[in-house]
Structures are given as C-alpha cells and as structure tokens.
C-alpha cells in the first residue's frame, strides 16, 4: 500500500505570493490533517479534513485555508505570504479518526522557504 | 505555549547508556502517542498508550501513561546510533480528532 504523498518537497516563494500544496492519502483513508512544523514552535496543528468537510481547525490565520477532494486528495493553501511561513507543512492521513487510537500517517512533508 | 511539555529538549548520548524522555501536561488526554522523526522524514507512530498507569515495551523502549492520564514517559536502554532522530509526544483528544504535539526532544546516539 503506498503511503501518503505530498507535492512539490520543495518550494520557495517570495512575501506576498500565495502557494497550494497537495497531499494524496494512504487509499482508503478518509481522514487528512495538516500540520505545520517549525523549530520555535514544533508541530502545530492547522486543520482537519473528513469526506470533503473541514471538521477540525488550529489556531492560524485565515491565510491558511484547505480543501479536500471526493478521492480524499487534499489541498492547502496559503495567500499572502509571510516570511514567517516558512516551515515544513506535513500532511497525515488516518483510517480511525475520532478514536483512541487514532493513527496518523505522515508524508515526508513540504519544505516551503519564504524570501 | 506548548500544551505538551517535553524535557530534555537535546539530549546526546553514547550507545549503550540509558535514558528517559519525559512528556507533561496540565490537561488530561483520551491517549497519548509516541512518534519518531528522521531527517527529511515525517513522524513515525511507535506507540499508543490508552490506560492510566499502561506500560507498554517495544524491544528496548519502555512507554508508560502516567495514573491521571496527563504525562507519560518513553525510556530507551541500551541507546544505539539506530535510535537517533526527534521523539515527539502527542495527546489525543477523542472529542475532536486533533493530535496536541510536544516540543520534541532530540536525541543523539553517539557510537
């Protein structure tokens, strides 16, 4: 089973552009968080999404919106971009969420770099 | 300001010590996880601790879910370059399907 894959790796933008990245989850899961990783604040938590609605929402800036497809392929984007943005952006797909077992599969992440 | 908090934030160490990550909170959580992030890698579930006071071993790492169900502790013996990388905490909320992540604690295991 391939695991959860996130485009591009990579990406430099420029304050002010705005930029979407995607993430497809492991088949079958219905379930895709966000998560922005950082080295002053850690791993913090964006927003969840479950069949197509946005169930679940951290505490970011309205700049920070998502959406996720009918194949469960999510998408995230930010407008507007600010220096500090810059971060590793990890999507996580999850076959039981709600539980107390609630896995999260991580994909490699998003490396986005902000000049 | 982290819901979570993990010490020791660094921590480098020869192969064959022990050592103990710890993972605290004021709030109770439904479960708490243990994850393990590699360079370049996203985190990787080790455990899932559900009962107050549970212990759970996985080869050379000993995971315990503290009586109140608001810290836990992972503790490796016998460290190996292997077991390098970042250890995060999480606590799960059923109520609402959000991981609450730690700080982290980076480990380096020296040979």
């Known amino acids: 089973k391939a695991g959860v894959t996130q485009t591009p790796r990579y990406l430099i933008k420029t304050r002010g552009q705005q930029v979407t990245l995607s993430c497809s989850p492991i088949s079958g899961h219905r379930s895709v968080s966000w998560y922005q990783q950082t080295p002053g604040q850690g791993l913090q938590f964006l927003f969840e999404y479950f069949s197509e609605t946005q169930r679940n929402k951290g505490n970011f800036p309205g700049r920070f919106s998502g959406r996720q497809f009918s194949n469960s392929r999510s998408e995230m984007n930010v407008s507007t971009l600010e220096l500090g943005d810059s971060a590793l952006y990890l999507c996580a797909s999850s076959s039981s969420p709600g539980t107390l077992y609630n896995e999260q599969f991580f994909g490699p992440g998003t490396r986005l770099t902000v000049l | 300001t982290q819901l979570l908090e993990q010490s020791p934030q660094f921590l480098s160490i020869q192969e064959g010590e022990n050592l103990t990550v710890y993972c605290n909170s004021s709030?109770?959580?439904?479960?708490l996880q243990w994850y393990r992030q590699e360079p370049g890698e996203g985190p990787v579930l080790l455990v899932t601790?559900?009962?107050?006071?549970e212990v759970k071993k996985l080869k050379r790492l000993t995971f315990q879910f503290g009586d109140a169900r608001k810290d836990s502790s992972l503790h490796i013996t016998a460290a190996q370059p292997g077991d390098t990388g970042l250890y995060l905490c999480a606590g799960v909320r059923v109520a609402g399907n959000m991981l609450t992540f730690g700080g982290g604690t980076r480990l380096m295991v020296k040979p």
């Open positions: 709030s109770v959580f439904s479960s």
């Open positions: 601790v559900v009962t107050g006071g």
